[in-house]
């Protein structure tokens, strides 16, 4: 391989490498918003539940009086059963006293029951309480992360974009603007490498002639099928291989 393509491959790897940090950087916002938006949804909810603690607080005062009004008809009929003149009137004033203590027993049911349900939605509220705690402890963790994160793949692709300028003022002309155009059509894959005698953009074979010419070619040679340059990869040298490996064995 000529020294214009080992660049080329090399500034076409960077190009990937960039365009993923690059499409995982504008990712990164939404997540934050997701983030935010559960937090808001946590916040609503124990909203909606101390709302309706408050109700059950209010309905509870309203029984209340409601006891209290009952308690002074009983104690009103009491003293009114001192004063009746009569046998029908007295039975009449026991019937009223007899509806009035079966209506503050069911008052009494009804605030008993009333007082397990705030109990129940107080500890509801502790535990939504609790949740919120660690989800405002997650989502501020994770919003730093996630702004590290954004600042460690500004940084890399800096860097590389750096590689990619110096690679690229090594590469001539006449490989280079051609290059660069097909990778903008091709995101970025312009320059593939022929192996087993097929076209690694396309996979479709290559005959063994424009091989041979990509082999000796000073200039780029486009696939036939998908228009994108090809390269044949420089083999490892056969002796370093077995050199490399023999100690092992
Ligand atoms: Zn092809």
């Given at each position: 391989?000529?020294?214009?393509?080992?660049?080329?491959?090399?500034?076409?790897?960077?190009?990937?490498?960039?365009?993923?940090?690059?499409?995982?950087?504008?990712?990164?916002?939404?997540?934050?918003g997701?983030?935010?938006?559960?937090?808001?949804?946590?916040?609503?909810?124990?909203?909606a539940?101390?709302a309706?603690?408050?109700?059950?607080?209010?309905?509870?005062?309203?029984?209340?009086?409601?006891?209290?009004?009952?308690?002074?008809?009983?104690?009103?009929?009491?003293?009114?059963?001192?004063?009746?003149?009569?046998?029908?009137?007295?039975?009449?004033?026991l019937?009223?006293?007899?509806?009035?203590?079966?209506?503050?027993?069911?008052?009494?049911?009804?605030i008993?029951?009333?007082?397990?349900?705030?109990?129940?939605?107080?500890?509801?509220?502790?535990?939504?309480?609790?949740?919120?705690?660690?989800?405002?402890?997650?989502?501020?963790?994770?919003?730093?992360?996630?702004?590290?994160e954004?600042?460690?793949?500004?940084?890399?692709?800096?860097?590389?974009?750096?590689?990619?300028?110096s690679?690229?003022?090594?590469?001539?002309?006449d490989?280079?603007q051609?290059?660069?155009?097909?990778?903008?059509?091709?995101?970025?894959?312009?320059?593939?490498a022929?192996?087993?005698?097929?076209?690694g953009?396309?996979?479709?074979?290559?005959?063994?002639?424009?091989?041979?010419?990509?082999?000796?070619?000073?200039?780029?040679?486009?696939?036939?099928?998908?228009?994108?340059?090809?390269?044949?990869?420089?083999?490892?040298?056969?002796?370093?291989?077995?050199?490399?490996?023999?100690?092992?064995?």
């Open positions: 391989m000529n020294d214009n393509l080992q660049r080329l491959v090399r500034v076409q790897e960077i190009i990937t490498a960039v365009d993923a940090a690059q499409e995982r950087i504008s990712a990164i916002p939404a997540e934050v997701r983030l935010e938006k559960e937090l808001l949804a946590a916040q609503k909810e124990i909203e539940e101390r309706r603690v408050q109700e059950l607080g209010k309905d509870r005062r309203r029984l209340e009086m409601d006891l209290m009004g009952v308690e002074a008809k009983i104690t009103k009929y009491q003293a009114q059963l001192l004063d009746v003149k009569t046998n029908k009137e007295y039975q009449a004033m019937h009223e006293i007899e509806a009035c203590r079966a209506e503050r027993a069911a008052l009494d049911e009804k008993l029951l009333e007082m397990e349900e705030s109990e129940k939605r107080h500890a509801a509220v502790r535990g939504l309480e609790e949740a919120l705690e660690r989800r405002r402890r997650e989502t501020s963790q994770g919003k730093v992360r996630l702004d590290a954004t600042q460690e793949l500004k940084g890399r692709a800096e860097t590389l974009e750096a590689e990619r300028q690679l690229e003022a090594g590469v001539s002309a490989y280079l051609p290059f660069l155009k097909v990778a903008r059509q091709r995101k970025g894959l312009a320059l593939v022929v192996r087993d005698e097929r076209c953009g396309c996979h479709v074979r290559v005959m063994p002639k424009l091989i041979q010419q990509v082999r000796r070619a000073t200039g780029l040679i486009a696939c036939d099928s998908c228009k994108r340059f090809l390269y044949v990869p420089d083999e490892p040298p056969r002796a370093n291989t077995v050199a490399a490996e023999s100690p092992a064995q």
